[in-house]
């Protein structure tokens, strides 16, 4: 069943770390609640203390009864079998109330930070894990972490438990306690057999959750696509293979689990065994009562439960700390993107210079090799090229989303690298291909950027936008819900918001990153209406396949596998008769207005 192990690789963030190591991680956790612990640990001992009190109390009892057999003695025992029971509920209840609550604030706490390291993340981290696993760890990791709160709540009771045992066993029979003791490390070393399958188990199981997350999420975003594609029955087989992954490896999971206790159980009727065997030596040779034989017998009973869960915590202490080595994974993975300084820029100009940059996404891809580049504050600058030239990432590097490999990016004579991000990043403004929207209204996407923004700022950035004849068309003008990813509104729409957005923000750097490619031709008259405004007196970079996007540029940029190879105004361009006037060709003169009334008039 080799085939079942298949695609259960760690990612290349994971680590392996000590146990010890994981403890003084997860103690932190644990110190916010130690005295709801501490309470826990007493009420669940106190709790099984009274369930071993009823056998002693009926013990007692049938001695009373033989000597004087009255109506009262029998009330007087129901009343103290009632009133322990009693006790035991109320004390049952105050753990696992307190417990419950102890295990919600270590989870939310550590789901709080788990969410925080993927904030954190570059971008180049989601490009190269699946979201759907990175999902998985905040919810399902962080949910299998109660394991660890639940036994570890448990854990000190059972330890006391165990001692007050140990205690009253010794005022029954001193000699079989002592044999009882010996007894015990056997189970011990059996339990601590169990915690390395048990660990390398359970990782395996949290992977495979992993993925069945990783799947659900890709098939059901990409569900059109699938349908489109009459691929409803492979996408159905591929999820068959990765739910009997998932099936095999739960099952083993189950089998490792459910085997500690029974072997334990097994070890623990042998211990009784010997036990009732010496005992009854014993109690023939008359060092102890055959009663008090009997509630050795009962006690010891009591005694191997405990016991048993001592020495198995840390086996079953594994699925939590699986779960916390892939949680704890998540918050070390190393940034790419490594910031030298935390320079505030307050007026940013818009300076943009690239020295001898080089780039790549991976070892084996460069994409900018000695690229250099300036961009004076207030132009705009197009980059146009054939897909793969590099564009975007040039984009992408000024919005300091991605780490260089060598060269230098500066930003008003200033190294991007000892930037405070945050602050410089209020000064961007990016719209890219296909923007993301929010669930909720028009209005809310617009303010996204500045939360602070009056309702009429937002309305006034977004009849900057074409006029604001769009919002019109939208059913409630600007308390218009999107949708889930914008989906109610057509692909221009969202072009339309994304750029008030940005506009709202007021950047001093703009981003345009293939922003009408997807457009209808009346949209894009709009966004072209809206840009002339945006585009005024701010450091623009356009990135287009449109022609009315870049004609106007101060400078137009022509890229070739990441190399600058002509540069000038569109009409220099053309009148080179280069390569950019072969893209002209191929590609944008069918979209001028020249070209159009052309074959309108051949029409």
């Given at each position: 069943m080799g085939f079942i192990m298949d695609?259960?690789?760690?990612?290349?963030?994971?680590?392996?770390?000590?146990d010890s190591e994981l403890l003084k991680r997860i103690v932190v956790y644990f110190k916010p609640e130690i005295g709801r612990i501490v309470v826990v640990a007493i009420a669940v001992t106190l709790s099984s203390l009274m369930n071993l009190a009823l056998?002693?109390?009926?013990?007692?009892?049938?001695?009373?009864?033989?000597?004087?057999p009255s109506t009262r003695t029998l009330i007087t025992a129901a009343l103290a079998v009632a009133g322990i029971a009693s006790l035991g509920w109320v004390f049952n209840w105050a753990?696992?109330?307190?417990?419950?609550?102890?295990?919600?604030?270590?989870?939310?706490?550590m789901r709080e930070d788990a969410f925080d390291a993927i904030m954190r993340r570059d971008l180049s981290f989601y490009d190269q894990f699946p979201s759907g696993k990175i999902v998985s760890r905040i919810t399902s990791d962080t949910q299998a972490f109660t394991q660890v709160v639940t036994l570890t709540m448990d854990l000190l009771s059972r330890i006391l438990t165990v001692v007050l045992l140990i205690g009253y066993l010794f005022t029954v029979s001193a000699y079989l306690t002592l044999i009882l003791l010996a007894l015990a490390p056997f189970i011990f070393a059996v339990a601590l057999a169990f915690r390395k399958i048990a660990r390398d188990t359970i990782t395996q199981q949290r992977r495979v959750a992993a993925n069945v997350s990783s799947h659900i999420q890709e098939t059901v975003s990409g569900i059109g696509v699938a349908k489109t594609f009459r691929q409803e029955q492979a996408v159905y087989d591929e999820f068959l293979d990765v739910n009997k992954k998932s099936f095999w490896i739960g099952l083993k999971t189950g089998f490792v689990f459910s085997g500690i206790f029974p072997i334990l159980g097994i070890l623990a009727g042998f211990g009784t065994a010997a036990l009732t065997y010496w005992g009854g030596l014993v109690a023939l040779a008359g060092t102890i009562t055959a009663g008090a034989w009997y509630l050795f017998i009962q006690g010891i009973n009591a005694f191997?439960?405990?016991?048993?869960?001592?020495?198995?915590?840390?086996?079953?202490?594994?699925?939590?700390?699986?779960?916390?080595?892939?949680?704890?994974?998540?918050?070390?993975?190393?940034?790419?993107?490594?910031?030298i300084g935390e320079v505030r820029l307050e007026d940013v100009q818009g300076d943009i210079r690239f020295e001898g940059v080089d780039f790549r996404y991976n070892e084996k891809e460069a994409v900018l090799e000695d690229f250099s580049l300036h961009i004076p504050a207030g132009k705009t600058y197009?980059?146009?090229?054939?897909?793969?030239?590099?564009?975007?990432s040039i984009g992408k590097l000024i919005a300091r989303f991605y780490e260089f490999q060598g060269g230098k990016i500066s930003i008003d004579g200033h190294d991007i690298r000892s930037l405070a991000l945050r602050s410089y990043r209020e000064k961007l403004g990016i719209v890219t291909q296909t923007p993301f929207l929010f669930d909720g209204t028009v209005m809310d996407n617009i303010r996204y950027g500045k939360p602070d923004a009056t309702d009429e700022e937002v309305v006034k950035a977004a009849r900057t936008v074409g006029r604001g004849d769009w919002i019109d068309s939208?059913?409630?003008?600007?308390?218009?819900?999107?949708?889930?990813?914008?989906g109610s509104l057509s692909m221009g729409q969202r072009q339309l918001v994304a750029l008030a957005r940005v506009l709202l923000e007021d950047p001093s750097i703009f981003i345009l990153d293939e922003a009408t490619a997807s457009v209808d031709p009346l949209t894009e008259t709009l966004i072209q209406e809206g840009l002339d405004v945006v585009l005024k007196n701010r450091t623009?970079?356009?990135i287009a396949h449109r022609l009315s996007t870049i004609k106007h540029a101060d400078q137009i940029i022509v890229l070739r596998e990441g190399k600058i190879i002509e540069r000038g105004t569109h009409d220099e361009l053309l009148a080179q008769g280069g390569h950019y006037a072969e893209l002209y060709n191929t590609y944008f003169r069918h979209q001028s207005l020249e070209y159009i009334e052309k074959m309108g008039d051949r029409g």
């Amino acid at each position: 069943m080799g085939f079942i192990m298949d695609g259960l690789d760690a990612e290349a963030y994971d680590r392996t770390y000590k146990d010890s190591e994981l403890l003084k991680r997860i103690v932190v956790y644990f110190k916010p609640e130690i005295g709801r612990i501490v309470v826990v640990a007493i009420a669940v001992t106190l709790s099984s203390l009274m369930n071993l009190a009823l056998p002693v109390v009926i013990s007692m009892v049938l001695d009373r009864v033989q000597t004087d057999p009255s109506t009262r003695t029998l009330i007087t025992a129901a009343l103290a079998v009632a009133g322990i029971a009693s006790l035991g509920w109320v004390f049952n209840w105050a753990h696992r109330r307190l417990a419950a609550q102890g295990i919600g604030n270590v989870v939310i706490r550590m789901r709080e930070d788990a969410f925080d390291a993927i904030m954190r993340r570059d971008l180049s981290f989601y490009d190269q894990f699946p979201s759907g696993k990175i999902v998985s760890r905040i919810t399902s990791d962080t949910q299998a972490f109660t394991q660890v709160v639940t036994l570890t709540m448990d854990l000190l009771s059972r330890i006391l438990t165990v001692v007050l045992l140990i205690g009253y066993l010794f005022t029954v029979s001193a000699y079989l306690t002592l044999i009882l003791l010996a007894l015990a490390p056997f189970i011990f070393a059996v339990a601590l057999a169990f915690r390395k399958i048990a660990r390398d188990t359970i990782t395996q199981q949290r992977r495979v959750a992993a993925n069945v997350s990783s799947h659900i999420q890709e098939t059901v975003s990409g569900i059109g696509v699938a349908k489109t594609f009459r691929q409803e029955q492979a996408v159905y087989d591929e999820f068959l293979d990765v739910n009997k992954k998932s099936f095999w490896i739960g099952l083993k999971t189950g089998f490792v689990f459910s085997g500690i206790f029974p072997i334990l159980g097994i070890l623990a009727g042998f211990g009784t065994a010997a036990l009732t065997y010496w005992g009854g030596l014993v109690a023939l040779a008359g060092t102890i009562t055959a009663g008090a034989w009997y509630l050795f017998i009962q006690g010891i009973n009591a005694f191997w439960f405990p016991l048993t869960s001592i020495a198995s915590f840390w086996s079953q202490f594994q699925l939590g700390l699986a779960a916390a080595e892939r949680i704890f994974a998540l918050f070390d993975a190393e940034a790419k993107v490594q910031q030298i300084g935390e320079v505030r820029l307050e007026d940013v100009q818009g300076d943009i210079r690239f020295e001898g940059v080089d780039f790549r996404y991976n070892e084996k891809e460069a994409v900018l090799e000695d690229f250099s580049l300036h961009i004076p504050a207030g132009k705009t600058y197009a980059l146009v090229g054939h897909t793969g030239s590099g564009k975007s990432s040039i984009g992408k590097l000024i919005a300091r989303f991605y780490e260089f490999q060598g060269g230098k990016i500066s930003i008003d004579g200033h190294d991007i690298r000892s930037l405070a991000l945050r602050s410089y990043r209020e000064k961007l403004g990016i719209v890219t291909q296909t923007p993301f929207l929010f669930d909720g209204t028009v209005m809310d996407n617009i303010r996204y950027g500045k939360p602070d923004a009056t309702d009429e700022e937002v309305v006034k950035a977004a009849r900057t936008v074409g006029r604001g004849d769009w919002i019109d068309s939208l059913p409630q003008g600007l308390a218009t819900e999107v949708g889930e990813r914008g989906g109610s509104l057509s692909m221009g729409q969202r072009q339309l918001v994304a750029l008030a957005r940005v506009l709202l923000e007021d950047p001093s750097i703009f981003i345009l990153d293939e922003a009408t490619a997807s457009v209808d031709p009346l949209t894009e008259t709009l966004i072209q209406e809206g840009l002339d405004v945006v585009l005024k007196n701010r450091t623009s970079v356009v990135i287009a396949h449109r022609l009315s996007t870049i004609k106007h540029a101060d400078q137009i940029i022509v890229l070739r596998e990441g190399k600058i190879i002509e540069r000038g105004t569109h009409d220099e361009l053309l009148a080179q008769g280069g390569h950019y006037a072969e893209l002209y060709n191929t590609y944008f003169r069918h979209q001028s207005l020249e070209y159009i009334e052309k074959m309108g008039d051949r029409g």
